[in-house]
């Protein structure tokens, strides 16, 4: 089994940065990758970066040029870095991973942390 603990959300005022970041705990071994979603009041959760084991990144274009995610493979850490954050960017943001690795096929999900973007 995972767990999965986010941290490093906040207030920040519009224009500025935030790197969030998700421990991973547990059956680590079997992370083969992991991904960062974000979710507004009403509206579905949405994907804003993923990360494999082998550091093959994909950032989707709505974020691309102002978010980066990164992976610290030894302690099985993935970050987050949003520059220019704008209120649209306000929400609860998840820290996903996947266990396929080892066939397990059940997703794993951390209890999300609150970015306010806000002057």
């Known amino acids: 089994q995972v767990q999965l603990m986010e941290s490093g959300g906040g207030l920040v005022q519009p224009g500025g940065s935030l790197r969030l970041s998700c421990a991973a705990s547990g059956d680590t071994i079997c992370i083969s990758a992991m991904d960062w979603y974000r979710q507004v009041p009403g509206k579905e959760r949405e994907l804003v970066g993923s990360i494999t084991r082998s550091f093959d990144t994909y950032i989707p274009d709505s974020v691309k040029g102002r978010f980066a995610i990164s992976l610290d493979d030894d302690n099985v850490i993935v970050y987050l870095q949003m520059n220019t954050l704008t209120p649209e960017d306000t929400a609860v943001y998840y820290c996903?991973?996947?266990?396929?690795?080892?066939?397990?096929?059940?997703?794993?999900w951390g209890q999300g942390t609150q970015v306010t973007v806000s002057s």
């Open positions: 996903h991973a996947d266990r396929k690795r080892c066939g397990d096929w059940s997703p794993y």
